[in-house]
């Protein structure tokens, strides 16, 4: 309940200032950009919208650490926070709430691309399944990186470092997935190992499911990176009380 | 109640407080006091469940704030220091947002909000975002979200600071009013707050507890409690004979002889041999009363004593 009360402050404030749409403006720019210069999207002659969710990695990796830096930093820089954690709530709540109203609202912004959609119906004749598979996993790999940044914010009071070590942090679980990285431990590392790394990268997982096929490990992959690190977030906020 | 068991907190190096217990028991209007770096606000974060204690313990209400922390937060509203809030929504948001998670649906989340926004005189400034509100409005509304739950315990810290003169005496009288079987507990550093609203006075220092009194007794350990002061309508050689009186200690001499204060010795009332004494010379006087303890004279001594 508490939980609910804590995501409606937290959605309305989005809206408050004009966070909300300097970043939609800037996401849906970038989104096409990305799809229609470099992802060739008329030059393919496919009716798909592979181009556009191959760059969704690279957009969030900038994009949602924009978002998640304030979530816990601004609260702390501006004592709020004390108001916060006096008043009769969980941390997990307090947690909770301030991430699914951010998650919510990158899916507003996911969303908002929806016409997208609509063309690639009306230039040919595309399986809207794997679309929506797509659509729904790179939903989930936003709420991946929002985690990531929700720990990272509540570490520091200065949204700027929030931001970099989120910008890092991402950007490694990128990066494990990648077949220039996994070659280089292709050579020496037993197959296990290269695995298991590249099974810990966001590419690997939304690859799979944004060919259309939204596998048990994938959503399980995606919902427990969530969970594990927004239960870091609520352990460092604990720790900070007794720092 | 209020129950504080062998508290510390440390930070770092630093000892902010340094094993301290007392008991607040409901009705009392605690007034807690010390010089920049005390330990008062820390006191309060601990209280309230913000900070967590070293060592030692807190219940409030029989609750443990380390155990129980949501069944203590329930009963406890708590302005803290600077007054920090949600500086994006405007009043009327943010106290909706408070009554809600405070459990309040509905109408009467509507009629708490409504409420407390008379009590602190809010009705100019609803819609306006927080962030573009004055100093002493934005403690009005840090204020007014303390008690929008009717709590068991209030704990303020400095809730007077940057308010202009008709709300203060506004927040005293509201601090007054509570029912009798309130915990109130504010800190700050205007000593007249203290025998205005407060049946007890706790002053700390350097993280120990080094005065827990009334108000009243406060005052009267100051060297100017029972003392009297005469005004003299012209210049008197009346010191000497003044300091001659039986229970005088000394007597101080200002605007050139015309202002007299005497001083007792161990508290005892001298007023009628002064007043005597008055008559037997024939001295013109303007006034002549007794003196009050005086509170920033007695906060010092005891608080410097400790550094
Ligand atoms: N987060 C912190 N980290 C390190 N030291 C702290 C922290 N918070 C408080 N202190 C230190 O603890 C001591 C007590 O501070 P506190 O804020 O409780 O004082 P105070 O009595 O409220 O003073 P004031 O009258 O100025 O408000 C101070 O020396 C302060 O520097
Ligand atoms: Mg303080």
């Excluded at chain 2, 009392?28 to 920049?36: A, D, K, M, R, Y």
């Excluded at chain 2, 079987?181 to 504010?186: G, H, L, R, T």
């Amino acid at each position: 309940m508490e939980m609910v009360v804590i995501f409606k402050r937290e959605f309305a404030s989005y809206f408050s200032t004009p966070l909300a749409s300097v970043f939609i403006v800037i996401f849906l720019v970038l989104a096409g950009v990305f799809t229609f210069y470099l992802g060739n999207f008329y030059e393919r002659g496919q009716a798909d919208l592979m181009p556009f969710f191959n760059f969704h990695p690279w957009l969030y990796l900038f994009l949602v650490p924009a978002i998640s830096m304030r979530l816990w930093s601004e609260e702390r820089k501006s004592g709020s926070i004390e108001l916060l954690m006096t008043l009769p709530i969980t941390k997990l709540d307090a947690v909770v709430g301030k991430f699914t109203a951010a998650w919510c609202f990158i899916g507003l912004a996911l969303l908002l691309t929806i016409p997208m959609w609509i063309s690639v119906n009306y230039l040919g004749d595309p399986d809207n399944g794997v679309i929506f598979a797509s659509y729904l996993g790179s939903w989930l790999m936003a709420g991946s990186f929002l985690a990531i940044g929700s720990c990272m914010s509540a570490l520091t009071k200065s949204q700027v470092i929030a931001f970099i070590l989120s910008v890092v942090i991402c950007f490694l679980f990128i990066l494990s997935g990648f077949p220039l990285v996994l070659n280089v431990f292709k050579d020496w590392a037993p197959s296990v190992v290269v695995d298991a790394i590249a099974s810990l990268s966001f590419l690997t997982h939304f690859s799979s499911i944004s060919k259309g096929v939204l596998g048990f490990r994938d959503l399980l992959y995606f919902l427990s990176l969530i969970g594990c690190w927004l239960f870091a977030t609520a352990i460092v906020i604990e720790l900070q009380q007794a720092d | 109640m209020i129950e504080i068991v062998n508290l510390s907190r440390h930070f770092g190096q630093l000892t902010a407080i340094d094993d301290i217990s007392f008991t607040v028991e409901a009705g009392e209007v605690l007034g807690f006091l010390g010089p920049n770096g005390a330990g008062k606000s820390t006191t309060m974060k601990m209280i309230t469940g913000f900070l967590a204690p070293s060592s030692g313990s807190i219940s409030v209400s029989g609750f443990d704030i380390g155990t129980q922390t949501i069944e203590a937060q329930k009963r406890i509203g708590y302005l803290p220091e600077g007054a920090p809030c949600y500086e994006d929504m405007n009043p009327l948001q943010f106290l909706g947002f408070i009554a809600a998670i405070r459990g309040f649906k509905g109408d009467e989340q509507q009629q708490k909000v409504a409420q407390v926004v008379t009590t602190m005189g809010l009705e100019s400034v609803l819609t306006q975002k927080i962030e573009t509100l004055s100093k002493g409005f934005k403690r009005r509304v840090g204020l007014a979200q303390a008690i929008i739950h009717n709590p068991e315990v209030l704990i303020l810290d400095e809730p007077t600071d940057g308010l202009d003169p008709n709300q203060k005496h506004q927040v005293r009288n509201m601090i007054r009013s509570l029912s009798k079987d309130k915990i109130v507990i504010i800190s700050t550093h205007i000593l007249e707050e203290v025998t205005a609203v407060c049946t007890r006075a706790t002053i700390i220092a350097n993280g120990k507890i080094v005065s827990d009194c009334s108000p009243a007794e406060l005052e009267s350990k100051s060297r100017y409690a029972h003392a009297v002061t005469l005004h003299l309508t012209e210049q008197q050689s009346a010191a000497t004979k003044l300091s001659e009186l039986p229970g005088v200690s000394e007597v101080e001499v200002n605007e050139e002889g015309k202002l007299l204060t005497v001083l007792t010795e161990g508290g005892q009332s001298i007023y009628e041999q002064v007043n005597d004494l008055v008559r037997q010379e024939s001295w013109q006087v303007d006034a002549l009363y007794v003196e009050k303890g005086r509170l920033d004279e007695v906060f010092r001594k005891i608080t410097e004593e400790v550094v």
